[in-house]
């Protein structure tokens, strides 16, 4: 059964810092993994998603690195912004396609 | 990418009543989920939303509690029926692409008094 888990729970740092997010999974046979932010209340917005065959993504200041082997992704914020407080997720779906598995989540706070 | 609308964003239900939720999307989608977001935790799988046959649940959710249409490839329904307290979370519709990429629309939040 996958599982997967992100550290840390929590991070707070200043404003201007670069920072990594961590998630891990146990089933290394993923289909694909997605990084999510979700604001207070709201709804998911989609990052970034990287297909199995792929080594990461980029998109502005954020990249999302996939190692399938040691079952680990991270996602790198560059020059952190207040406006990047909110919870990351991370998600996996697994080779059969069929559902989503997600992290706990990181909750972010960037001081100003 | 795919554009999903829910209704409605959020409402205050009773105890014992039922609340209907209503999931958008702005193109033909084969895949279309129903998820749980109870305060402070991560996201739930509720069911798979299947067009023209009944949904998909996952284990610990029933149709009786959640029952699900799917009428065409563009909307969904969810019913959340009988409320107590503890249904009070955020319910959020997705819908998977070509892909597989996920996206999510803006979630509806319940309170149950």
């Known amino acids: 059964k996958q599982e997967v888990t992100q550290i840390p729970a929590a991070l707070s740092v200043p404003e201007g810092e670069n920072l990594v997010l961590n998630c891990s999974f146990t089933d290394s046979a993923i289909y694909n993994l997605q990084w999510f932010r979700q604001d207070p209340g709201k709804g998911l917005t989609s990052l970034l998603l990287?297909?199995?065959?792929?080594r990461e993504q980029t998109s502005g200041r954020l990249n999302a690195s996939l190692d399938k082997s040691s079952g680990r992704s991270t996602l790198y914020i560059a020059a952190s912004q207040p406006g990047d407080s909110a919870t990351y997720l991370c998600a996996v779906i697994g080779s059969s396609a069929s559902k989503i598995i997600f992290g706990s989540g990181t909750r972010l706070s960037i001081r100003p | 990418s795919a554009v999903i609308s829910q209704k409605p964003s959020r409402d205050i239900c009773q105890r014992g009543t039922s609340l209907t939720i209503q999931c958008q999307v702005d193109s033909q989608v084969t895949m279309m989920f129903w998820y749980r977001q109870q305060p402070g935790q991560s996201l739930t799988l509720i069911a798979t939303?299947?067009?023209?046959?009944?949904?998909?649940?996952e284990s610990g959710f029933v149709i009786d509690k959640f029952p699900i249409s799917r009428p065409n490839l563009t909307f969904s329904t969810l019913t959340v029926s009988n409320m107590s307290p503890e249904d009070s979370s955020i319910y959020l519709c997705s819908v998977g692409t070509g892909v597989n990429e996920q996206f999510f629309g803006p979630g509806t939040r319940l309170t149950v008094l």
């Open positions: 990287i297909q199995s065959s792929q």
């Open positions: 939303a299947n067009q023209g046959s009944e949904a998909t649940y």
